[in-house]
């Protein structure tokens, strides 16, 4: 097994017997390395526990990121919640839920001069130059369209950087999405919401697949780009750290789902369905909103200030 193959379970094992230490000098080394610099936008995927201890925590590591992109380049991580069970009482309140995904996007999300969209279960947060127009009208589209947060940061040459969680890359979901998967649902979930202004309304979210993709095959996405010259990867003690285009993840998922056999043609998942499923309010095809209850007027996403 090559030291980058190894899963999660098995680097915290190992860091478990063997404890190190990542300082923030090393991990400030690997990610210039890779390519990190002043004014890069990235989305940022963190196991802060494959790093082992890292020196000064999930605040260091934050604020090491937003030193490397500075104030002209843009940094996003996931905002997204403990996802809800079927039935389960959930309220959103973009100031004050937690992110469900780990301790470092939800150290990011509690940043000064940090944003979060309005999406009730994925929401996005970012940091830097123009970060509201990437977040501002994402409750108002589904939530890996064209116009969400991930989507807009491809579209300004945005990277993904990869820290001790390769399966992690939530662009995954709109490449499915363009590619014309239905597995995922478009605005199927709701839920009730506060908006930053005080406002009780709701919002609408995706419903997550029942089942697994068959298209979805991690090694073959990452070779392909290995290939290509387009990945740029290096071992910082048993984590494995990547940086990479998102328009590169694009162009070799979209190859798997693409294909005649085990694509997306033919595929039989759909989203699940749960007490909190609706009908979805988005028209396919012109590509925009229908008539329903949800909140889909202006609204400033929210700001740590």
């Known amino acids: 097994m090559r030291c980058y193959d190894l899963t999660r379970a098995q680097i915290k094992d190992a860091n478990r017997v063997n404890p190190v230490t990542t300082t923030r000098l090393?991990?400030?080394?690997?990610?210039?390395?890779?390519?990190?610099?002043?004014?890069?936008?990235?989305?940022?995927?963190?196991?802060?526990?494959?790093?082992?201890?890292?020196?000064?925590?999930?605040?260091?590591?934050?604020?090491?990121?937003?030193?490397?992109?500075?104030a002209d380049g843009l940094l996003m991580m996931p905002g997204l919640v403990r996802y809800p069970k079927d039935g389960e009482a959930f309220h959103f309140d973009p100031r004050t839920t937690p992110v469900g995904v780990g301790k470092a996007p939800e150290t990011f999300r509690q940043m000064p001069g940090v944003w979060r969209s309005l999406d009730p279960t994925h929401s996005f947060c970012a940091w830097g130059k123009n970060a509201p127009d990437y977040l501002r009208n994402h409750h108002r589209y589904p939530s890996m369209h064209p116009q969400s947060p991930l989507a807009r940061l491809e579209a300004a040459g945005g990277y993904a950087l990869m820290v001790g969680c390769r399966e992690a890359v939530t662009f995954m979901h709109v490449v499915e999405s363009a590619c014309g998967g239905q597995c995922l649902g478009s605005r199927t979930e709701q839920y009730p919401a506060t908006l930053p202004d005080g406002r009780e309304v709701i919002l609408r979210g995706w419903g997550w697949r029942k089942g697994s993709c068959r298209a979805l095959r991690h090694d073959e996405i990452f070779d392909d780009m290995r290939e290509?010259?387009?990945?740029?990867?290096?071992?910082?003690?048993?984590?494995?750290?990547?940086?990479?285009?998102?328009?590169?993840?694009?162009?070799?998922?979209?190859?798997?789902?693409?294909?005649?056999?085990?694509?997306?043609?033919?595929?039989?998942v759909r989203p699940r369905v749960v007490a909190q499923s609706v009908p979805s309010d988005w028209d396919f095809e012109h590509d925009r909103l229908k008539a329903s209850e949800a909140f889909t007027d202006d609204c400033e996403s929210w700001c740590n200030r």
């Open 26 to 70: 090393e991990l400030e080394k690997a990610l210039r390395l890779l390519g990190v610099r002043a004014g890069v936008k990235m989305v940022v995927h963190t196991s802060l526990g494959s790093l082992g201890t890292f020196e000064g925590g999930a605040e260091n590591y934050c604020q090491l990121l937003c030193e490397l992109v500075t």
């Open 228 to 268: 290509k010259g387009t990945l740029a990867e290096c071992m910082l003690h048993r984590s494995h750290l990547m940086f990479f285009p998102l328009a590169a993840y694009r162009e070799a998922y979209a190859r798997l789902l693409s294909a005649p056999e085990n694509g997306c043609a033919g595929c039989p």
